[in-house]
């Protein structure tokens, strides 16, 4: 490790519809760990995502008669107009899913092959159990996370997970 040297990586916006609150919250709390680490003299790569692509972003798209991808990009300059009112830091990277595709589908075909991911109705989940330090990071165990993830997901997603926990690659 590199002395006085912090690499952040952040799941940024997904880009179907315009940010709120609960994002704001959450952005502003790596904003805040950014500025902290570089004040204290530390140098910071930061990375924060941005998933330019998925079911609910082609769903909205759809309604509104738009291509999938021109929604995106056109939400997501909206979403860079709130961070630049809200004077968020910019992050050093920002990586688009949508450049980064035959890189996610092979990691997500060799999650499969690993037995770590599971094919269910179309779609691929991460099977959490086959991680046993999942839930180690917030001190929970997985059989306390099963509790809150009906509120999450639909009763058709919950019936094609293996656990509750489970989550869409």
Sequence with gaps: AEPNYSSIYVC????????????????SVYDVLVRHLRDRGYRVTFVRNVTDV???????????????LAYARRIEAVWREDF????????DVEPH??????????????????????????????RVA?????????????EDLELGASGRTTSEESARKEHAADFAL
């Design 84 to 91: 630049a009112r809200l004077g968020l830091v910019p992050p």
């Design 54 to 68: 998925n079911d609910s972003i082609v769903a909205k798209a759809k309604t509104l008669g738009e291509d999938p």
């Design 130 to 142: 086959s991680f046993p330090d999942y839930g180690k990071l917030s001190h929970r165990k997985l």
């Design 97 to 126: 899913v949508t450049d980064h595709l035959p890189e996610i589908i092979a990691l997500i075909v060799d999650l499969i092959a690993k037995g770590k991911a599971y094919e269910s109705a179309g779609d691929v989940y991460f």
């Design 12 to 27: 940024g916006p997904t880009v179907n519809d315009t940010m709120h609150l609960g994002h704001v919250r959450a952005l």
